[in-house]
C-alpha cells in the first residue's frame, strides 16, 4: 500500500501505473531491510555482484550496457513550451509531441517487472532549500544508486504532505534502445522522463536532471542559482574556514578539489580541507548579505579511472565501502575492483567492464580500447564516508561562498589562475569558459569547446538568459564572492601537464584567499588580475620554479585574440539574448589585448 495520502501522488502514480503496466508496484520507504532485499534480489539477477564483505564492505559491482556508458547530450531535451525558451545550445522538441513519442515507448515497458516510487529529497530533509522529486522506476540500481546519491523514503514523503510540490521523474529502461534514449525535461510541468538508459547521469533523476537543469530553471524564476560546481571549505591554522565554489566542466577535477589534502607543510602548520559537495551547488543569496551554497546531494558519483591513494586518498577511503562500482575491471582473485591508474598492479585473473576476461599483458596506456575499466566508469559512495567531510555538510542554511572559481581543461591560452575584475567580468569569464571533452558524455574526447560556467550540458533554459540572470544575482548580492578562473592542464611541449596538481592545488587557493583578504597584489593584465609569481608558494615542489609560475600565469596575447574570434561566433550562436553588457566585455577584452 502506498505510504502516503498526497492526492496529487497517488493519481500521478495511478497514472504512471496505468501507463508503465508493471507487476509490482514498490515504494522505497528508506529502510535498510528494504534496501537489503533489493539488494540480494539485485545479485540474483545478474544486476550486480556482491563484493569481497572483507576488504570493501558493503560493496556491489554493476555492468551497463555497454552501449550505455555515460551522458547523451544529443539526445537530451529541453521540452519548455517555447523553442526559443530552450536556446540553441538544448535539444527542443515540441511538449505536446515529445509526451506522445515518450508515453509511446513507455506503455506497457515494465510489464513483467516491478515499479519502484522512490520519494528523494535534493537537499537536507526539511531545509528550506530542499527540493523534493518522486522517481519512478524499473531499475534495482538506480533505487540502490538514489538511496546512496539523495535523501529517500517515508521521512521525505512527510516533510511533502499533501503538496503538489515536487518533481515528477519517470524512468524506464526499456530496451536500453540508444535509438530510442531519451533523457527529456519539461521545466514548465517540473517533470522529467528518462528512456531507454540506465546510465547514471541519464537515470539518476535527482542529479543533472533535476539539481542543475529543471533546477536552474527554478533559480532563474526564483532569485537563486543551481551551478555545475564543488563546494570546499578550508579552515586556517587559527580556525577560520572559509568556503570557495568551483566550476569545472564534467570530468575536469571537481571531485579531486573538493577533496584536496593540503600538502604536508599546510597540513603541519594547521590547514585543513573540508569537503561540502563536489559536483552541485544550489546558492542563495542570505540575510547577511552574502552568498550562501547548499549541495543539495547525499553522496558521490565520482570518476573512478586516475583516482589513487596519491591523487584523491579521500575519494578513494569514501568508496572502500558501502559503494556501487559501475563499469570497472573485476579482479576474481579476490572479488576486489580495480580500475587504470588506481596502482601498478593490475588484476591477473579478470573482467573488463564489458563483462569480458581482460589480459592486463595487453592493457596499453595510448590505446583506450585495451583498458580494463571504462574511461567513465564511477563508484557511487556515501559522502558521509568520506574522510573529509565538511561538519556543514548537512547544514539546513549552508555555507557562505568567498571565492567563485571556474576552471577548464586548455592546454594553452588559460593560465594557472587570474582573478576577474569584478562580477560583471567575473561574468564574463564564466561565459567563455572552454575545456576539452571528456569521456563523461558520448562523443569526441579531447576537443576544445566552450562550457559557459560548466553548464553548458546542464542549463535548462536559453544560454543568454542564464547569462543576465548571472549578472541579476551579481547586482541583487551585496557582498558578492570574488570570482577566478584555473586551469591545472597547461602542458609542456611533450604534451606533459606542467603544473603538479592535485593536492598542490592548495598553493593557488591560497593566493585565491589571500586575494579575497585582500592581502596581496597582483599584476593587472589584458585578461584579469595574474599572481606575481613570488607569491604562489612553491617551496617542496620538485621541478617547480618561479620561472615555471611565470611561464604557467604567461599570457599569450596573439593566442588570446585568436580564441576571441571563437567566443565571437559562440556569441553568435548563443544569439541575441547575450546581454549587452557581456557584448561590451567581450570588446573590450579585444581592445585590452591589442594594446
Ligand atoms: P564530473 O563528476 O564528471 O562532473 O567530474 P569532476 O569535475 O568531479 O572530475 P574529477 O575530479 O573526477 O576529475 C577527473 C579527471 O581529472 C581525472 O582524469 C583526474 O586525474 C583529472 N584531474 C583532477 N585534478 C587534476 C589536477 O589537478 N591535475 C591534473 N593534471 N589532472 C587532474
Ligand atoms: C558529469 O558528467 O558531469 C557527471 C556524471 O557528474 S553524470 O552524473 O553521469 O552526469
Ligand atoms: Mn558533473
Redesign the pocket.
Known amino acids: 500500500m502506498a505510504p502516503t495520502k498526497n492526492p496529487h501522488l497517488l493519481a500521478w502514480i495511478d497514472e504512471v501505473t496505468k501507463l508503465t503496466k508493471p507487476d509490482e508496484v514498490m515504494w522505497i520507504t528508506g529502510e535498510e531491510s528494504q534496501l537489503e532485499d533489493l539488494r540480494k534480489e539485485g545479485c540474483s539477477t545478474g544486476e550486480m555482484i556482491k563484493l569481497n564483505e572483507e576488504k570493501l564492505p558493503g560493496c556491489y559491482l554493476h555492468r551497463s550496457d555497454r552501449q550505455d556508458v555515460?551522458?547523451v547530450e544529443g539526445r537530451t531535451f529541453i521540452c519548455s513550451r517555447k523553442e526559443e525558451d530552450a536556446g540553441p545550445t538544448n535539444n527542443w522538441m515540441d511538449p505536446k509531441e515529445m509526451y506522445d513519442l515518450l508515453y509511446s515507448i513507455a506503455d506497457g515497458s515494465m510489464k513483467g517487472r516491478t515499479m519502484y516510487v522512490i520519494p528523494f529529497s535534493m537537499g537536507t530533509v526539511d531545509s528550506p532549500f530542499a527540493k523534493i522529486g518522486i522517481e519512478v522506476t524499473d531499475s534495482i540500481y538506480v533505487v540502490l544508486s538514489m538511496a546512496i546519491m539523495t535523501r529517500v523514503g517515508n521521512k521525505v514523503l512527510e516533510a511533502l504532505g499533501d503538496s503538489p510540490d515536487y518533481t515528477k521523474g519517470l524512468h524506464c529502461k526499456d530496451k536500453l534502445d540508444p535509438e530510442k534514449r531519451y533523457i527529456s525535461h519539461f521545466p514548465e510541468d517540473n517533470t522529467i522522463i528518462s528512456v531507454n538508459s540506465g546510465?547514471?547521469?541519464n537515470v539518476?533523476l535527482g542529479?543533472?536532471c533535476l539539481a542543475l537543469r529543471i533546477a536552474s530553471h527554478l533559480g532563474h524564476q526564483e532569485g537563486w542559482m543551481a551551478e555545475?560546481m564543488l563546494i570546499l571549505g578550508i579552515e586556517d591554522p587559527e580556525g577560520n574556514v572559509r568556503y570557495v565554489t568551483g566550476a569545472f566542466p564534467?570530468?575536469c577535477g571537481k571531485t579531486n578539489l573538493a577533496m584536496l589534502i593540503p600538502p604536508e607543510k599546510y597540513r603541519k602548520a594547521g590547514w585543513k580541507v573540508y569537503c561540502v559537495g563536489d559536483?552541485i551547488a544550489w546558492l542563495r543569496i542570505g540575510e547577511d548579505g552574502r552568498l550562501w551554497a547548499v549541495n543539495p546531494e547525499n553522496g558521490f558519483?565520482g570518476v573512478a579511472p586516475g583516482t589513487n591513494e596519491k591523487s584523491n586518498p579521500n575519494a578513494l577511503h569514501t568508496c572502500m565501502r558501502d559503494t556501487i562500482f559501475t563499469n570497472v575491471v573485476h579482479d576474481l582473485d579476490t572479488n576486489t575492483v580495480w580500475w587504470e591508474g588506481l596502482n601498478n598492479n593490475p588484476p591477473k585473473h579478470a573482467v573488463d567492464w564489458k563483462g569480458n576476461p581482460w589480459d592486463y599483458r595487453k592493457y596499453n596506456k595510448a590505446d583506450k580500447s585495451t583498458c580494463g575499466a571504462h574511461p567513465n566508469s564511477r563508484f557511487t559512495a556515501l559522502a558521509k564516508n568520506c574522510p573529509c567531510v565538511s561538519p556543514e555538510f548537512d547544514s539546513l542554511t549552508g555555507v557562505p561562498v568567498s571565492a567563485i572559481i571556474f576552471g577548464g581543461r586548455r592546454a594553452r591560452t588559460a593560465p594557472l589562475v587570474y582573478q576577474s575584475f569584478n562580477w560583471e567580468h567575473g561574468t564574463f569569464v564564466g561565459s567563455i569558459m572552454a575545456s576539452e571533452t571528456t569521456a563523461?558524455?558520448t562523443g569526441a574526447v579531447g576537443v576544445v569547446r566552450r562550457d559557459p560556467m560548466a553548464m553548458r550540458p546542464f542549463a535548462g533554459y536559453d544560454m543568454g538568459d542564464y547569462f543576465s540572470h548571472w549578472l541579476n544575482m551579481g547586482k541583487n548580492i551585496p557582498n558578492p564572492p570574488k570570482i577566478f578562473h584555473v586551469n591545472w592542464f597547461r602542458t609542456d611541449d611533450k604534451g606533459n601537464f606542467i603544473w603538479p596538481g592535485y593536492g598542490e592545488n592548495m598553493r593557488v587557493l591560497l593566493w585565491i584567499l589571500a586575494r579575497c583578504d585582500n592581502k596581496i597584489g597582483a599584476v593587472r593584465t589584458a585578461i584579469g588580475y595574474v599572481p606575481n609569481p613570488e607569491d604562489i608558494d612553491i617551496t617542496g615542489l620538485d621541478g617547480v620554479t618561479e620561472d615555471t609560475i611565470r611561464d604557467l600565469v604567461s599570457i599569450d596575447k596573439a593566442a588570446w585574440l585568436e580564441d576571441t574570434k571563437d567566443i565571437s561566433s559562440f556569441y553568435k550562436l548563443i544569439g541575441s539574448r547575450v546581454p549587452e553588457e557581456l557584448r561590451r566585455q567581450l570588446k573590450n577584452l579585444k581592445a585590452r589585448l591589442k594594446r
Open positions: 555515460a551522458r546510465y547514471g547521469g539518476l542529479k543533472k555545475h564534467s570530468a559536483d558519483f563523461a558524455a
